[in-house]
């Protein structure tokens, strides 16, 4: 059994709300455990992961928020590096899977947010197996 961190960036309560809900039923599914972790915003989000790597007390992450696009530059800022930044812990061998919707509107995060529609919060979750599934494998 493998026990999950998730790592959410609480930006917009009722969206994460869904994100977390799918991704919990994707690891109750699997028969695993999980903690959650709520950081201000997607920015946040792959340093967390850094840390909770660090007191090895988890197998793989699931990384959950929504990014909005605004007026500025900012959404270009905040959806990059935090998939950049989580894409350089994941090739550093961490299992991740990046469940942060980066959308131009509210209507586009729903659909991706609800786990009855694209359940983006499940797949993520599912990533993260996956990827630990393979790492794993690789170990043997
Ligand atoms: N605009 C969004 C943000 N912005 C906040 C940043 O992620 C970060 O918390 C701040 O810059 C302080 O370092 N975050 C989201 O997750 N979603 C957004 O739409
Ligand atoms: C993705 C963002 O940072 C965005 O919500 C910020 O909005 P704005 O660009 O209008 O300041």
């Given amino acids: ?11 917009y309560d009722h969206l994460n709300d869904l994100l977390v809900q799918g991704a919990r039923a994707a690891i109750k599914a699997a028969g695993h455990t999980h903690e959650t972790l709520t950081v201000p915003g997607a920015l946040e989000v792959p340093a967390a992961i850094a840390l909770a790597d660090q007191s090895e007390r988890f197998d793989a992450y699931v990384a959950l928020g929504v990014v909005i696009r605004g007026e500025t530059y900012h959404f270009e800022i905040v959806a990059g590096e935090s998939a950049r930044g989580i894409m350089a812990l994941t090739i550093d061998g961490l299992a991740i899977g990046n469940g942060i919707l980066t959308v131009e509107n509210e209507a586009q995060a729903l659909t991706r947010a609800r786990p009855d529609e694209k359940d983006k919060g499940g797949e993520a979750a599912k990533a ?11 170990a043997r």
């Fill in 1 to 11: 059994m493998a026990h999950l961190l998730i790592v959410e960036a609480r930006f």
């Fill in 128 to 138: 993260a197996l996956a990827l630990l599934d393979l790492r794993e494998r690789m």
